[in-house]
T-cell receptor, first 113, second 114 residues
Framework: LAKTTQPISMDSYEGQEVNITCSHN???????ITWYQQFPSQGPRFIIQ???TKVTNEVASLFIPADRKSSTLSLPRVSLSDTAVYYC??????????????FGQGTTLQVKP | NAGVTQTPKFQVLKTGQSMTLQCAQD?????MYWYRQDPGMGLRLIYY???????DKGEVPNGYNVSRLNKREFSLRLESAAPSQTSVYFC?????????????FGDGTRLSIL
């Protein structure tokens, strides 16, 4: 049973803003929402994390509506180097142990010149 | 500060051979994880260790065993390798197992089983 749902792929052009939405209907009250980025032949890298409303860092913004059943990762003015797979991660609230964190299927972002 | 270190980076095995993948972290994290990633797919959790002395099964534990040797080290063992276990294996660690703590990943071990 998938815990998150993301688009499989997205295309964009350099300089555009990219928004990737993740659905997580079963998010638990205490769960945070975390996004990772993965380049080929590398391990995933933490991008941003939030609990509610909006979070911004030097790389991205994360928008979380009041019901927390979805979240949107926003990448401003993407470049070719932002081509990667992006994963949305929330806690597995079906598990008896909150150590079980389930990755979604990821969104492959292709940035074109 | 090395973060999460995995060894070896590459390995080729024959069906039926055994092997242990090593993982060490130097961030004093309590929780550690082993994932596998198959081509074109996301990461699937094999085993995790919420804290030193504890381990628990993840999504795809069959064919694997783990040992949390101490707080720093978490190893993954394939007792009798099978071609279906050809994959890239990632180790990760976090402050603890709650989702509020980001996971830090190693660069992976690429394992091929013939």
């Amino acid at each position: 049973l998938a815990k998150t749902t993301q688009p499989i792929s997205m295309d964009s052009y350099e300089g555009q803003e990219v928004n990737i939405t993740c659905s997580h209907n079963n998010i638990a009250t205490n769960d945070y929402i975390t996004w990772y980025q993965q380049f080929p032949s590398q391990g995933p890298r933490f991008i941003i994390q939030g609990y509610k409303t909006k979070v911004t860092n030097e790389v991205a913004s994360l928008f979380i509506p009041a019901d927390r059943k979805s979240s949107t990762l926003s990448l401003p003015r993407v470049s070719l180097s932002d081509t990667a797979v992006y994963y949305c991660l929330v806690g597995d609230n079906d598990s008896s142990n909150t150590g079980k964190l389930i990755f979604g299927q990821g969104t492959t972002l292709q940035v074109k010149p | 500060n090395a973060g999460v270190t995995q060894t070896p980076k590459f390995q080729v095995l024959k069906t039926g051979q055994s092997m242990t993948l090593q993982c060490a972290q130097d961030m004093n994290h309590n929780s550690m994880y082993w994932y596998r990633q198959d081509p074109g797919m996301g990461l699937r959790l094999i085993y995790y260790s919420a804290s030193e002395g504890t381990t628990d099964k993840g999504e795809v534990p069959n064919g694997y065993n783990v040992s949390r040797l101490n707080k720093r080290e978490f190893s993954l063992r394939l007792e009798s390798a099978a071609p279906s276990q050809t994959s890239v294996y990632f180790c990760a660690s976090s402050e603890d197992g709650q989702s509020g703590w980001p996971q830090h990943f190693g660069d992976g071990t690429r394992l091929s089983i013939l």
